[in-house]
């Protein structure tokens, strides 16, 4: 595990599993609940990716990352995919626990966005903030209100993985030799074009540590009288994620409603409203063979979905910032990290909201990092 300079790892034992966590040398363990920030990463990834933005948050601050069942250095214990992602989030709340943290602010990126989310609704949190999250549907077989398209969700869940990458995750492939290379796919669907790195090798080291367990990722799949012939199964991370099993829009009905950071880039082709990773859409284009049509396989509007919410949210007394990275993919932590690190530094109270509307001059001040 390549950890960068001021983070550290250690294994916290939950009594459900074994937990990676990264923190940064230095911080208090004693610090206050308002000044902690939990990280939680997505789907096919690890902790890895939050060091950078760990690194430069400011040293009064908490911050650590969690490793989720299966990713990283945390066990790879099966995933029961019935529970949605409720076996993610109760590993974190019980991660939490173990350490002594009552609450936090917690930040999810994309699957991490539901985890972060099904968390507030079982558990007290100071805040959220959503970097590209899923819809709070789930990923596939939705129309936009979040109706599901068919009773077996098909087209969504493990079925739709794409075997010669799940394989070169196997195969701890680091190379750039196919389109399903680890590395390829971290440059078309986790970036948006013209975003480089030198910490490149740590991201793919980062998504090969996915573990491809039975009960991890991909997970299962049953056949599927429907196009495009499967619907998703009960095991393994992209199943957490059906419709069947996953609808955290229940939060618009919170008592108590945590304030909201939605962070996303208009160039993310994982999740949005005609997302790559989407088969419906993919069948429209003709990529996918034998699509039934629009009025039978849409493809999933989820930056509409999770707006919608949001919206509701925000009417029945939540607040919600949305904040769109323009020109920037899955990751704007990683695209536009100043941008990111300001967002979030406002969004916990840890600076000041800027005036509304702004004086007439400002001088804005960046890290010689930016």
Do not use: C
């Not at 992209?238 to 996303?264: C, E, R």
């Not at 849409?298 to 910032?321: F, H, I, K, N, W």
């Not at 323009?326 to 600076?351: D, K, S």
């Amino acid at each position: 595990m390549t950890l960068f300079d001021g983070i550290t790892s250690r294994l916290v034992d939950t009594g459900r599993l074994s937990v990676n966590v990264l923190e940064r040398a230095g911080d208090d363990p004693g610090t206050a609940a308002d000044q902690t920030v939990v990280f939680v990463h997505g789907n096919v990834s690890s902790s890895l990716f939050w060091q950078e933005i760990m690194q430069d948050l400011p040293s009064e601050l908490r911050v650590l990352a969690i490793d989720l069942r299966g990713f990283g250095g945390t066990e790879h214990t099966p995933i029961d995919a019935t529970r949605g992602v409720r076996d993610f989030s109760d590993d974190v709340h019980a991660t939490l626990e173990a350490l002594g943290i009552p609450s936090a602010h917690l930040v999810g990126w994309s699957m991490g966005g539901g985890v972060v989310m099904q968390y507030a609704l079982d558990h007290p949190v100071l805040s959220l903030t959503l970097q590209a999250p899923v819809s709070p549907y789930g990923f596939g077989g939705t129309r936009r209100d979040g109706s599901r398209l068919t009773d077996d969700d098909a087209g969504a869940g493990a079925g739709g993985a794409n075997p010669d990458f799940v394989q070169r995750l196997i195969d701890h492939d680091t190379t750039d030799s196919a389109p399903t290379s680890p590395r390829s796919v971290f440059r078309s669907g986790y970036v948006a074009p013209g975003y480089t790195s030198a910490h490149e090798d740590v991201w793919v080291e980062s998504m090969l540590t996915t573990s491809t367990a039975g009960g991890n990722y991909p997970g299962d799949s049953v056949a599927s009288p429907n196009w495009p012939g499967f619907g998703a199964g009960s095991l393994g991370v992209l199943n957490t994620m059906a419709p069947k099993h996953f609808d955290v829009s229940g939060i618009v009905d919170l008592p108590n409603k945590p304030p909201i950071l939605w962070i996303h880039g208009t160039a993310d082709a994982i999740v949005s409203d005609a997302s790559f990773y989407d088969l419906n859409h993919l069948g429209a284009l003709g990529i996918v063979p034998g699509w039934p049509g629009d009025d039978v396989a849409p493809a999933q509007p989820m930056v509409s979905q999770t707006r919608d919410v949001l919206d509701a949210y925000a009417a029945a007394g939540g607040e919600v910032t949305e904040i769109t990275v323009e020109g920037a993919g899955h990751a704007p932590h990683l695209e536009r990290p100043a941008q990111f690190r300001q967002a979030l530094l406002t969004h916990i109270g840890y600076v000041g909201r800027p005036a509304d509307p702004a004086p007439p001059t400002e001088a804005i001040i960046l890290r010689s990092a930016d």
